[in-house]
């Protein structure tokens, strides 16, 4: 089991090292330029080469275009509500309030934030210029890539690929749309629905296992945006090296949760609670592991049986707000871990249901298996330290994580912790919920690369086009053609002045400033020359 | 030192949070400012050594700009490091809502021989004020440069987090195969590949800073004698040797006419009629690009210049006309001072010949024209633009630098440098009492229709109203109306 650093892409094959040789592409790794050359034709140029002259003919690139597309797509979310539930449903068992919570609503406020802000994304930027450009145009434009390639997951199967689709939409691309092959009937509901509603000259979707995403990645795209495991955001980085493909890479890892004694533990125990168990814990930032003091750990394992009791009653398996693994070799994964040190809470599970019962372990070693690879289930372990030195520590030895939490109110504990280590975004005093806040979200080292979601998530899909427009009168050429050679020592000392920075006294305020005393000057002019 | 060790040794450094405290960071860049100050006339001296860059060329393109560069970083040091405070929706009133510019560990910078100075040192300036430990790895091409650095990097900066290794292919490979939070990288393509490669293994972030062949599109409206100036001084500074240098133009049979024309009396008065004893002209870096260039000199038809010196690595500024897209010249990103003139009967036409090639780093477009312009600018792709100049885009340094596609992936240059070297952090903090509580428990099980309703209500997106410029407004009523207040008790005291 040590060849596994992640929760996995190939659902229901036995996962032992060879098959993954076997089945997946590894040789791209360290031949695969050689390998990529010659691929065989697929079938897929025909849909890239539509797509591409799509792209040419500038159509993407009109705004209203855009809108009139993200708008058809927010239909699609409206129009389609219950067959969303449906299909979430069926590959996860996804009780209805989380498919509502974490998938409709997320995709919905996406849209939304991209409709209403897009002008203001797509203008052209003004940036600040200096003396030497005072009398050029200096502007950023936001320019579309091209054809662009978004690769989802399978366990937040619509989400995770509708949100970033979204983006490269907005910013004006075409795209290849890849779900997961894993969530079978999101990915066939995206087939089916996704052309009804947006301009198939654009965006297709193409679906399809290792094999086809295999093929897929030899063709030319100008972005690549991956979202799921470490290993195989390898490969595709990997693939994305003939063309020097840009890629974004949202992977996962052991995101870490600290608690101190600081914070009342009845809430601790339910924002963490539901943060590990929305999704059956198949979620990347999901707390993966809990580090605390042996106190904290009684009580808090205290609180977590009252808490799971009154959320899914008696028999957590009959309830029907809790979901299943999505796949059997998953499941099989998880079942392993049980043998890690003592389970304090939970511990059953149903093969014929894929069911495994919220869990939490104590006594866990460092090197356990379940401390070596992202659990990605509902398996809480717990490692004591002794305080918060021990916590950070523990942290900085191990991998980036894709989120870290920390439970305190204790402020100068809570930014010691902040500042002395790194992950892809922190939230304090509660779980998950930072995904959904307008914040750049991505990983950092192992748990990936590239940031989305609102502006970050437009930005993403755009290049940002520097352009400087000269004048090229008399005087612009005056100004500049100490440039030329001859050289001489005078002509250097003049270029030099005109290029050398200057501290700018910075005035804070100056505008408010300026705005009330121009109210105050009117008002006084006023009062003197006509009410008087 | 072993690289194994070099490593360690890095890493060490940068857990000890050393990099992380703003104000050891200012102190380096201090001393890297006073590194270059104190060594203007030795970083001319090495430069004119690699590549017989004259001092002027040196002082303006390297050495003023590396100072302007730090001068820049240090001001805005405290504002780059500040933590950003993005809007909040309503759901995260209470809470505090930050982005910190993380450093993000151990980067690697390599730098290209042409401008040996400045492109290893603006991304390694700007990878000390993130706060990263760096490793710093000049081009063996340029070895004097290269040895300029290494000597005097250790003698300003601290030795534990700031390393310069020198070095062939073969250290390079061996460098690449450790593990890097950030790897940034100016050169070629062809490395570029090989750098990415390596990266993808430790699934390493990079920036890399290629070429590419940079079209100049130039139409009738613009004086053609300042056209000319401003091309062929972008082409000929450093003898073509510059990444954005105008690779080609692109214009109709008669410009190209009086282009050559014009270019042939602005040479002379340039360089004088003997340019190889003209001093402000530099040579090829080596044999093997010098061997490269002279083959080239067989497309098309010469119309200026096309003399060379072998023994010097002289190669005249020369001038190719009717050269065909098939034309050796036209396959490669030439990097001398060799300029042909593709013609093409409209702006259109342009664009089609642009477009139908890999994006390049710059695209230069001379015209008045503001229509024509703007519809190359809309309907190409390119890493920057600049219109009537050439590079002159690369000093503004509010505008990113980096191209796209086949010419690179990632900007730098001012703010977006320091950008490209950190990682923003998110970070949520929440309230965890009794009301935040009670405003967030409907997302807890067991589930129902009702608590779904709220929580869609409270995460909903709205359309914010926001009027531009209202603090600015209101202050201008407070300004009003203190006015009206102070005339209204000033009478009253003085009676």
Partial sequence: MEDWNSWDDNGDAPLLTSDIKREFPFDLLSNQTKNLIDFEMDGYENILGQLRATFRSGKTKDLKYRKKQLEALLRLYEENREEIINALAADLRRPRQEAIVFEIDVM????????????????????????????????????????????????????????PVAGAIAAGNCVVLKPSEISVHCSRFIAETFPKYLDSDAYQVISGGIE???????????????????????????????????????????????????????????????????????????????????????????ESRNVIKEWYGDDVQQSPDYGRIATDGNFK??????????????????????????????????????MREEIFGPILPIVNIHDIHDAIDFINARDKPLSLYIFTSNNKDRDLII?????????????????????????????????????????????????????????????SDARYPPYTDNKASYLSFMMKKRKFWKIPFFSHILAFAFGAAAAYYLKKYYFN | MTYEDLMSRAATAFQSGKTKDIDFRRKQLNALLRMYEENKDEMARVLAADLRRPKQESYILEIEFLINDIITTINSLDEWTKPMKPEKGIVNMMDDVLIYPDPLGVVLVMGAWN?????????????????????????????????FIAENIPKYLDNECYHVVCGGVQETTELLKHKFDYIFYTGSGRVGKIVYEAAAKHLTPVTLELGGKSPCYIDNTVDISKATRRVLWGKFINAGQTCIAPDYILCTKEIQDKFVKEAKVVLKEWYGDDIKKSPDFCRIVNQVNFQRLTKLLSSGTIAVGGKTDADERFIEPTIIVDAKSTDAVMQEEIFGPILPIVNINNAFEAIKFITARDKPLALYIFSNNTNDRQTIIENTSSGGVCVNDTIMHLAVDTMPFGGVGPSGMGGYHGKYSFDTFSHKKSCLVKKIDTISEKLSNARYPPYSDKKINYLTFLTKKRKGFSIPYLPQLVLLGVGVAATIFVQRILPECEQ
């Fill in chain 1, 108 to 163: 919905t406020n996406e849209l939304l934030g991209l409709i209403n802000n897009l002008d203001e994304y797509a203008a052209p930027i003004k940036p600040d210029k200096g003396v030497a450009n005072m009398f050029d145009k200096v502007t950023i434009l936001k320019e579309p890539f091209g054809v662009v390639l978004v690769i989802g997951a399978w366990n937040y199967p619509l989400q995770l690929l509708l949100v």
């Fill in chain 1, 212 to 302: 086809e995403t295999t093929s897929l990645l030899k063709h030319q795209f100008d972005y690549i945006f991956y979202t799921g495991s470490n290993r195989v955001g390898q490969i595709v980085h990997a693939a994305a090296n003939k063309y020097l493909t840009p890629t974004t890479l949202e992977l996962g890892g052991k995101s870490p949760c600290y608690i101190d004694d600081t914070v009342d533990l009845n809430r601790a125990a339910k924002r963490i609670l539901w943060g590990k168990n929305s999704n059956v814990g198949q979620t990347c930032i999901a707390p993966d592991y809990i580090i605390c003091t042996k106190e904290i750990e009684k009580k808090f394992i205290e």
């Fill in chain 1, 333 to 370: 994964r998880l079942v392993t871990f049980m043998n890690c040190g003592t389970i304090a809470l939970g511990g059953k599970f149903d093969a014929s249901d894929r069911f495994i019962e919220p869990t939490i372990l104590t006594d866990v070693s460092h090197d356990d298996p379940v």
């Fill in chain 1, 419 to 479: 500042d002395s280590t790194s992950a892809g975004a922190v939230c304090v005093n509660d779980t998950v919920v930072h995904f959904v806040c307008n914040l750049p979200f991505g990983g950092v080292g192992a748990s990936g690369m590239g940031a989305y979601h609102g502006k970050y998530n437009f930005d993403t899909f755009t290049h940002e086009k520097g352009c400087l427009e000269k004048s090229m009168d008399y005087v612009s050429e005056k100004l």
């Fill in chain 2, 115 to 147: 401008y040996p100075l400045q492109l290893p040192l603006v991304p390694f300036g700007a990878a000390i004020a993130a706060g990263n430990v760096a490793i710093l790895k000049p081009s063996e091409i340029s070895v004097n440069c290269a040895n």
